[in-house]
């Protein structure tokens, strides 16, 4: 089994906020290989489903932790060990400030990079997992990126926030056969961001 956490906060306050883009793509994973309803699970909300791939359906584990973003590690943590998931087995989904609006990387292992639900989710499991970074950019000054990330995306943004999220469901059955490096160039396949001006992106001009 995998298990595809998306990182965001809950409630419907954050809901359009970039730190929920995790959120987003799970949810549209969700609805488009069909799984199941989403229940009350592991301190977050979880899904069931499964993806073709080349070896059979790969059963899948889908989670949103509702314990807010910096602490994803506790809901994250708990549905690994209650399943008894390898750290490798785990995917997280997440917006990273470092990739310019629209691109897309996949990356395993490695450090938090500032990002602190990341940090929160290594601390339970360790650093052995795979994630999943969708880009939203980065403000320009360090003392911005708190209102960056929890600001809504502007209305000109979903020219790529639709197309990438919609291209990471899409390109799932990549994704749960182990080929991270054919997901991510699917992705960006389906969901080109070399039209997307990062300085437009962040002021909302695109």
């Given at each position: 089994m995998l298990l595809i956490a998306g990182l965001g906060n809950p409630g419907p306050t954050y809901a359009k906020t970039r730190h929920n883009i995790g959120f987003m793509a799970v949810d549209e994973i969700a609805r488009r290989w069909g799984f199941g309803p989403w229940r009350s699970r592991f301190q977050g909300f979880a899904a069931e489903g499964s993806v073709p791939t080349p070896d059979g359906p790969a059963k899948i584990l889908i989670l949103k932790?509702?314990?807010?973003y910096n602490e994803s590690g506790r809901a994250v943590g708990e549905a690994l060990k209650f399943f008894k998931i390898e750290p490798e087995n785990?995917?997280?989904?997440?917006?990273e400030i470092d990739l310019a609006p629209g691109r897309f990387r996949m990356k395993a292992g490695g450090g938090a990079a500032g990002n602190n639900g990341v940090r929160s989710i290594t601390s339970q499991v360790g650093p052995y997992y795979r994630r999943a970074r969708l880009g939203t950019g980065h403000p320009g000054q360090k003392e911005l990126v708190h209102g960056h990330v929890l600001s809504e995306f502007h209305k000109a943004d979903q020219q790529w926030v639709a197309p990438l999220i919609e291209a990471c469901a899409e390109a799932l059955p990549l994704l749960a056969a182990g080929e991270d490096e054919k997901y991510q160039t699917e992705v960006m396949r389906l969901a080109p961001a070399d039209k997307v001006d990062p300085r437009k992106a962040a002021r909302g001009e695109l």
């Open positions: 932790p509702q314990t807010f785990l995917i997280v989904f997440y917006d």
